[in-house]
């Protein structure tokens, strides 16, 4: 079993910038890709960002240049920093976990106004 434990969401205005956490613990393969989905309202969950323990990532064509995914692998923790948020992009952030079977956060709300 994998425990995630998410943190750092919220509200923010247009062009504005958020950081999320997610911690994993328990049976942690040494491999394994971290990273975040979100999921809007009536809309189906789509992929943000991935990056593997060996540091390849991943990003939603939308979200290019705007976002950055890093990861400590030390304490199995996976950070996505969001820069110039759009209104379009209030979802629910969910991260993931890869290793023998994937697990989900508890999702984190991301508010941003239009």
């Known amino acids: 079993q994998v425990q995630l434990v998410e943190s750092g969401g919220g509200l923010v205005q247009p062009g504005g910038s958020l950081r999320l956490s997610c911690a994993a613990s328990?049976?942690?393969?040494?491999?394994?890709?971290m990273g975040w989905y979100r999921q809007a309202p009536g809309k189906e969950r789509e992929l943000v960002a991935t990056?593997?323990?060996?540091?390849?990532?991943n990003y939603a064509e939308s979200v290019k240049g705007r976002f950055t995914i890093s990861r400590d692998n030390r304490k199995n923790t996976v950070y996505l920093q969001m820069n110039s948020l759009k209104s379009e992009e209030t979802a629910v952030y969910y991260c993931?976990?890869?290793?023998?079977?994937?697990?989900w956060g508890q999702g984190n709300q991301v508010t941003v106004p239009s």
């Open positions: 328990g049976s942690i393969f040494s491999v394994n890709t």
């Open positions: 990056i593997t323990t060996g540091g390849s990532i």
């Open positions: 993931i976990y890869r290793g023998a079977y994937h697990y």
